[in-house]
Nanobody, 122 residues
Framework: HLVESGGGLVQAGDSLRLSCAAS????????LGWFRQAPGREREFVGA????????NNADSMKGRFAISRDNALNTVYLQMNGLKSEDTAVYYC?????????????????WGQGTQVTVSS
């Protein structure tokens, strides 16, 4: 079970930090991550991190602005988003999988949160 928080309405250039608390067996949440989906677009990989700390962030459009981290003791993953742009507007979903391998494919993640809306006004 994944519960996201931290979304909202912000202005371009602002920052937000999303959190996702995972409950249940820890082996099913070895890798935690984020996808996003904007209206009319496919789900897009944002980033993921496993319990060992290995992580992958997405495309060049997010590098340097987004950072993913996790607290293993709390089984919580965070997404720090800085310098937000209007094109970052989307529903952000927390995901989990039992494998240590970080995948960019939505189908590889067995658990999904309900999503949290991030809206960036220009």
């Amino acid at each position: 079970h994944l519960v996201e928080s931290g979304g909202g309405l912000v202005q371009a250039g602002d920052s937000l930090r999303l959190s996702c608390a995972a409950s249940g067996r820890t082996q099913t949440t070895y890798t935690l991550g984020w996808f996003r989906q904007a209206p009319g677009r496919e789900r897009e990989f944002v980033g993921a991190i496993n319990r060992s700390g290995a992580f992958t962030n997405n495309a060049d459009s997010m590098k340097g602005r987004f950072a993913i981290s996790r607290d293993n003791a709390l089984n919580t993953v965070y997404l720090q988003m800085n310098g937000l742009k209007s094109e970052d507007t989307a529903v952000y979903y927390c995901v989990a999988r039992s494998s240590s391998i970080i995948s960019r494919a939505p189908s590889d993640y067995t658990s999904w949160g309900q999503g949290t809306q991030v809206t960036v006004s220009s």
